[in-house]
């Protein structure tokens, strides 16, 4: 097949979150499953032009119709790590993506409205013809509704979408003027309920629901978070759009890239390991303990690596490091706040702490320190409110480090409860599970990972193992997309 990515992210190009990992991630996973995979992105001004080789002009004079002109654009092609990506550059006054930020504008919903048409106009004009066009999240979200109202009567009557999202908190809201300067001029036509307007608003379109009304296929990053979405307040408000279209709407788990989060290839961690030879974990735990000054005594390490924020569970992250310590293990944190009175409150914890040799607080991000925390620990935390899919508790598993999680969203298909577990046999379960948002939920799994530590260290050994033999690379994932893709093609 032969399918087109259209997104506002691809790592390490353009990384603002866990969506550029994806797009990345799935198409060379289809590439390598013999597929021809291109994707087209914005040509950010702040994007890292250091991932990119042989960028050269594709299509030098593309005009793409904006209101009742059009706006000038150039296409540059280069290749990010072995994928072929086309970047659009709009020379026009808005400067869409010459900001220094990739989001966070006034003007975000035009900026990308405008983006979502200039790729369709680029694929009509350079007569690429793909079999897919695979959107992502809000940001091309118009592109399957200008695909069926426009440019299927242009040519481009054989192409099938899927769409996935990432985060349904981000819809894109905008008014009758994103209509208008698009082409899609029937205000009447697109602000009736079951096409473009709001479910809440009716006086405004949202564009992540015309995503779901107009695509062949609509997916979300892991089965429970689809459940979730579909039946909870987890939708955002687009529970009913999901019911209405429920039977294109389904949940495929991400993957994690095993080149890269692999104890046994790891340039980051001071020694390798496996399944067959767990020796190596106990040399990072070392190393970590030296980093970071931490007093080497027989003690469980416990981590947490992530945001500081409301949606990662940032009450019980405090809670469990204060828990941890008094159950006889030691704490490391590596992350960073989004909201400056989180931020403030574990610079006081990180002060208060700093004299304790059981407890490390690292505020801020850094690639290399994440790794060795992820092989030096021997529990990874993982509480948080909502978590789509979840990335840290399969880096965890992968490195034969138990993830005590909050039974939310990826959360729950991913890890299964050593000790309750009832629909994995006792050799399949990989970690730890609670439910509530309260202390005592998140002491009750973090105590049962501390006391198997402490009481039967051969068995907490042979859990973390079992999390080993977990494949949660790009292999299922990238599978699962091509039975969707099959299934569209010829509807």
């Keep these: ?64 119709p904006w209101y009742g002109g059009a706006v000038h654009c150039s296409v540059y092609c280069g290749w990010v790590h072995g994928r072929v990506c086309f970047f659009i550059e709009p020379h026009c006054e808005d400067n869409f993506f010459n900001r220094g930020c990739y989001y966070g504008c006034s003007d975000d919903n035009m900026r990308f409205a405008f983006f979502s048409k200039a790729a369709l106009e680029f694929l009509l004009r350079s007569n690429k013809r793909p079999d897919i066009i695979h959107c992502h999240d809000w940001q091309t ?72 009304v107009y695509s062949n296929a609509v997916t979300t990053v892991s089965p429970h978070h689809a459940w979730e979405a579909h039946y909870t307040e987890v939708g955002s408000g687009l529970g009913h759009t999901l019911h209405l279209h429920q039977d294109k709407f389904t949940g495929v788990l991400n993957g994690i890239d095993y080149d890269f989060w692999n104890p046994e290839i ?39 690596i992530g945001r500081l924020d409301q949606q990662k569970g940032v009450h019980l992250v405090h809670h469990a490091m204060y828990y941890a310590l008094s159950k006889g293990a030691q704490f490391v944190l590596l992350g960073s706040a989004t909201e400056p009175a989180i931020n403030d409150h574990f610079w006081h914890e990180k002060q208060f702490l700093n004299d304790n040799p059981d407890c490390h607080l690292e505020l801020g991000f850094n690639e290399e320190l994440s790794h060795l925390i ?37 959360l729950v298909n991913t890890v299964f409860d050593r000790d309750y577990d009832q629909n994995k046999p006792p050799a399949k379960r990989n970690g730890y599970v609670f439910y509530e948002t309260d202390n005592d939920a998140v002491e009750s799994a973090l105590g049962r990972a501390i006391d198997l530590w402490y009481e039967f260290p051969k068995e907490f050994q042979q859990l973390a193992i079992q999390g080993m033999e977990y494949d949660y690379s790009w292999n299922y994932p990238g599978k699962n997309y091509v039975e969707i893709y099959e299934s569209i093609r010829h509807t």
């Design 141 to 212: 979200g118009l592109v399957p509704v200008l695909l069926y109202e426009i440019y299927k009567y242009n040519g481009m009557w054989n192409q099938r979408v899927c769409y996935t999202i990432h985060n349904f908190k981000h819809q894109g809201m905008a008014g009758s003027e994103v209509l208008r300067a698009t082409g899609l001029n029937q205000d009447a036509y697109y602000f009736q309920y079951d096409r473009l307007r709001d479910n809440f608003n009716p006086f405004a379109i949202n564009l992540m629901k015309g995503g779901i």
């Design 1 to 64: 097949m032969y399918i087109v990515q259209i997104a506002s992210e691809c790592a390490p190009v353009i990384k603002a979150g866990g969506l550029g990992d994806v797009v990345y991630g799935l198409s060379r996973e289809l590439e390598n499953r013999g597929h021809t995979v291109e994707l087209i992105l914005p040509k950010y001004d702040c994007m890292r032009y250091d991932h990119i080789w042989g960028l050269h002009d594709a299509y030098k004079d593309l005009f793409v």
């Design 374 to 410: 992820y092989a030096g620990s021997d529990m990874i935390l993982v509480p948080s409110n909502y978590e789509p899919c979840g990335l840290t508790q399969m880096i965890g598993l992968k490195y034969g480090t138990v993830p005590i999680v909050r039974g939310v969203g990826g």
């Design 266 to 304: 790891d340039r980051y961690i001071p020694c390798h390991y496996s399944i067959d030879d767990f020796e190596g974990k106990q040399q990072a735990k070392k190393a970590l303990r030296s980093h970071l000054l931490l007093q080497d005594e027989d003690k469980p390490i416990v981590a947490y």
